[in-house]
C-alpha cells in the first residue's frame, strides 16, 4: 500500500495485543488509521435473563461471575440494590467491611490494567512486578474470604467475612503495596521510552469527556470531577475526607498516572476504614427475609471502572427483572473517535488505557434461532460431509 | 438514596426527555409485562431520577438518541431484546444469529 488505496483491517476478535475478544474495524490508509468502528458481543452469557426466577440469595451468585476483575463491585451494589428493595438496613460493620473490599479490588483492578498497559507497550519487566504487588492484593482476599478471584464475601443484609483479628496485616500490607507500587512508579513515571509512546497519544480533552458523559478513572483524568463514592455517597463513604484524583490531559500517560495515585489513595482510605471498624467479631448472618410484594430498587456504586448501577425487581421473592449498566456500557462509545487519525501501533495502547471489560459489556444473549448439530458446526466453520 | 419517580405517556415522553437533555443518562431498563412494556429511563443528578412510560407491544417509540447520543446504545439493546421499535437499524449489537 501506498497512500494509495484504503482498506479495512479487522483487528480481532482474537488478537494477542487484546485481552479480552472484541471486533475493531479499522479503516487503513497504510499504517494511519482513518476511523475504527467497534463490534462487541462475543462474550455474551445471558446474565440478565438468567437471573430472572431465581431467589434474591441465589442472584449474588450468578451476578459475581460476570466479572473476574470487579466481582465485589458487582456483587455489593446487587446486594445493596436488594437491600434497598426490601427496606433493610445493614450493620456499620458490615458497611465497613464491604467498603474494605471494595478498595482492595480498586487496586487490584488498577494494577491489572497498568500490568497490561505495560505489557502492551513490551515493557514486560514492570509488567510482571506489578502483578506481583497484585498478587499480594489477592492473598490478602484469600486470607479475608478464602478465595482469590470469586470471593463470595456479599450477603443479603450480611457479608461471609470479618477482618476481626486481621487489623494489623492489613495495615501492614497496605503499608508494603504502597512501598512496592511507589518503587515501580518511580519507573514508568520518568522513563522517557515510556513517556515519548504514552503521551499526547489517545487525547481525550474535558469538553469531549463532558460531552460522552463518561465516567471513572478515564472521565477524571480527563480533568472530571466525576466519583460516585462523593458524588451519592453509599456505605459509609461519607464518614471519610476523600478526595477525588483529577489529571487533565487525558491522555494515555494521564490515564496511567491517574490510576496509579488512586491505588495510593485506596490504601490509605483502607488504612483509616480498618481503624474505624469496630472491634467485635460479626452477628452470625440472620436468614434473608422473603420479599413476597413487588418492589425494586436501585443502586449505584462505583467500580474500579467507573459508575456500576443495578435496578433490581422481586416478587413472591423471586427476581423478575434485574438490569444492570457496567461502566463499560457507559463509555464505550469513546473508543471510536479515539480511533480516529491514530497509528496502528498506537491502537492496542489505546484501547487497554480506557481498560474496557467486554465481560462485563456483553451480558445479554439474543437467541434468534436453535442451532442444529450441522448449523452450529457451519457458524464454527467446520466442514462436514453428511 | 433519593429516588424520584414519575409517569409519562409516549407522546409526552420526547418533550419530557429533551427537557433533560443537560443531564446523564444513566441507563433505560425495560420490564414486559402481561400485555405492554414498561420502559424507565434513569438520570443522573443530585438524586436519581427515574422516567417511567408504558408502551403497548406494537407501539412505537421516539428515538431520542439525536438529543441525547448516548441514549443510542441503550435503545439499541432493548430493540433486540424486546423488540420494540425505536426506529434504529435493524443491525445486531450483541450477535448470536446464523445467516
Known amino acids: 500500500m501506498h497512500g494509495e488505496e484504503e482498506y479495512v483491517l479487522p483487528f480481532g476478535p482474537q488478537h494477542p495485543a487484546l485481552s479480552e475478544p472484541v471486533l475493531l474495524k479499522l479503516k487503513m490508509d497504510g499504517e494511519k488509521v482513518i476511523s475504527g468502528a467497534a463490534e462487541f458481543g462475543y462474550m455474551h452469557r445471558g446474565i440478565e435473563k438468567m437471573l430472572e426466577g431465581k431467589t434474591p440469595e441465589k442472584g449474588i451468585m450468578i451476578c459475581e461471575r460476570i466479572c473476574g476483575i470487579c466481582p465485589v463491585s458487582h456483587s455489593t451494589c446487587y446486594t445493596m440494590a436488594v437491600e434497598n428493595a426490601a427496606n433493610e438496613k445493614i450493620e456499620d460493620k458490615i458497611a465497613y467491611e464491604r467498603m474494605i473490599l471494595a478498595e482492595l479490588e480498586r487496586m487490584h483492578s488498577h494494577l491489572v490494567c497498568i500490568g497490561l498497559q505495560m505489557h502492551d507497550m513490551g515493557f514486560d519487566t514492570l509488567f510482571m512486578f506489578l502483578w506481583r504487588e497484585r498478587e499480594r492484593i489477592l492473598d490478602i482476599f484469600e486470607k479475608l474470604t478464602g478465595g482469590r478471584v470469586q470471593h463470595s464475601s456479599n450477603r443479603i443484609s450480611s457479608v461471609n467475612f470479618d477482618i476481626y483479628g486481621v487489623e494489623n496485616y492489613l495495615i501492614e500490607e497496605m503499608d508494603k503495596l504502597k512501598k512496592g507500587v511507589a518503587k515501580y512508579k518511580k519507573e514508568y513515571a520518568v522513563n522517557e521510552i515510556l513517556k515519548e509512546r504514552t503521551k499526547n497519544i489517545g487525547v481525550i480533552t474535558k469538553k469531549e469527556a463532558e460531552k460522552f458523559h463518561l465516567v471513572g478513572p478515564i472521565a477524571r483524568a480527563s480533568g472530571m470531577h466525576q466519583d460516585i463514592r462523593i458524588d451519592d455517597p453509599y456505605l459509609k463513604y461519607e464518614e471519610f475526607d476523600y478526595s477525588p484524583i483529577i489529571f487533565d490531559k487525558g491522555d494515555v500517560y494521564e490515564r496511567t498516572m491517574q490510576r496509579t495515585e488512586e491505588i495510593f489513595a485506596s490504601a490509605d482510605l483502607i488504612k483509616k476504614i480498618v481503624n474505624k471498624t469496630p472491634k467485635v467479631a460479626i452477628v452470625p448472618s440472620k436468614i434473608c427475609k422473603m420479599i413476597n410484594e413487588r418492589c425494586q430498587g436501585i443502586q449505584r456504586v462505583e467500580a474500579p471502572r467507573g459508575e456500576l448501577f443495578y435496578f433490581v425487581e422481586i416478587e413472591n421473592n423471586q427476581i423478575k427483572r434485574c438490569r444492570m449498566r457496567p461502566p463499560t456500557y457507559a463509555y464505550i462509545r469513546i473508543l471510536e473517535p479515539l480511533l480516529t487519525d491514530c497509528k496502528l501501533g498506537d491502537v492496542p495502547m489505546i484501547v487497554s488505557s480506557i481498560d474496557p471489560c467486554f465481560a462485563c459489556l456483553d451480558r445479554v444473549m439474543i437467541e434468534n434461532k436453535i442451532l442444529n448439530k450441522n448449523e452450529f458446526k457451519k457458524m464454527c466453520g467446520v466442514h462436514t460431509h453428511d | ?99
Not at chain 2, 405492554?36 to 412505537?60: A, P, W
Open chain 2, 1 to 99: 438514596m433519593m429516588i424520584e419517580t414519575s409517569d409519562v405517556s409516549v407522546n409526552d415522553l420526547e418533550g419530557e426527555l429533551t427537557k433533560r437533555v443537560s443531564k446523564r443518562l444513566i441507563t433505560i431498563t425495560c420490564i414486559e409485562r402481561n400485555d405492554f412494556f414498561e420502559v424507565i429511563y434513569h438520570f443522573d443528578g443530585k438524586n436519581i431520577e427515574n422516567l417511567k412510560v408504558m408502551v403497548k407491544k406494537d407501539q412505537k417509540m421516539p428515538d431520542i438518541s439525536k438529543k441525547i447520543p448516548e441514549a443510542k446504545i441503550y435503545e439499541q439493546d432493548i430493540q433486540e431484546q424486546y423488540n420494540i421499535d425505536f426506529g434504529l437499524p435493524k443491525k445486531r449489537l450483541f450477535k448470536a444469529e446464523v445467516e
